[in-house]
């Protein structure tokens, strides 16, 4: 019998050549206090986009106007889990910290790899791709 997959979106919030991430707050069941990206487990009949722009209302109370598709990750531990992530470059409203999240952070791309290098190996080469991309936009 299979384990069952733990089936989550991300995303790279970018602006001006900076990726907001949020530090989770200490009583999270899941990374406590660690920094991440923005998402979460995509629910039962729900798209990875529906879910990813419940999520980013959820926790920044923005509404994601432009987003773009950019890779998926996986993982082990603690339990199996995939992580769709996408850019998000246009948006309505101010991110703010809502559930989950002490405090967010826009961050220069070797800030969020720091922050980000122990989540996963492919952290760091995915943030230069996410910024990079919304760096060449008008």
Request: glycine share 10%; charged share 30%.
């Amino acid at each position: 019998m299979t384990a069952r997959v733990h089936d989550c979106v991300g995303a790279f919030v970018v602006k001006e050549g900076r990726v907001l991430l949020g530090q989770r707050s200490d009583d999270c069941d899941w990374l406590a206090g660690a920094w991440d990206v923005f998402g979460g487990h995509v629910e039962a009949g729900e798209s990875a986009e529906q879910a990813l722009l419940r999520e980013l209302d959820e926790e920044l109370g923005i509404v994601a106007t432009q987003l773009q598709y950019m890779d998926c990750i996986d993982g082990e531990a603690p339990e199996p889990w995939r992580l769709r992530l996408y850019r998000v470059t246009r948006w309505q409203g101010e991110p703010e910290a809502r559930q989950e999240h002490a405090q967010l952070r826009w961050c220069s791309l070797e800030e969020a790899q720091q922050r980000l290098a122990g989540a996963h190996a492919r952290f760091p080469e995915l943030l230069g791709r996410a910024l990079a991309a919304a760096g060449t936009r008008t």
